[in-house]
């Protein structure tokens, strides 16, 4: 299992699983557009390779930029595109 969608209705019973799930980093979560009422929606981004960003109190950030089978334009598609996904999430105080 790669990732799990819930809809919040849900989530109480998801919540048991939270010492099994959590760890492996497959808990839904709201930020991360995991719990959802649109879970086909939601389904169909993760299918596409949504980018998904963690961030560090540190300012570190943790995200991939493709598989290894990637072609270089690809690749470098990938990380253009997370660049812009950070500099558009980046707050306006941040040098």
């Keep these: 299992i790669d990732k799990v969608v819930a809809t919040p209705d849900m989530m109480p019973a998801?919540?048991?699983?939270?010492?099994?799930?959590?760890?492996?980093?497959?808990?839904?979560?709201?930020?991360?557009?995991?719990?959802?009422?649109?879970?086909?929606?939601?389904v169909g981004e993760l299918k596409t390779g949504r980018v998904e960003l963690r961030v560090e109190k540190n300012g570190i950030i943790h995200t991939s930029c493709g598989k290894t089978s990637f072609n270089e334009k690809d690749l470098i598609e990938n990380i253009r595109i997370i660049y812009n996904t950070i500099i558009k999430a980046r707050p306006a105080s941040a040098k």
């Design 14 to 42: 998801l919540g048991k699983l939270g010492k099994i799930l959590g760890p492996k980093g497959l808990m839904p979560n709201p930020k991360s557009g995991t719990v959802t009422m649109d879970i086909a929606k939601a």
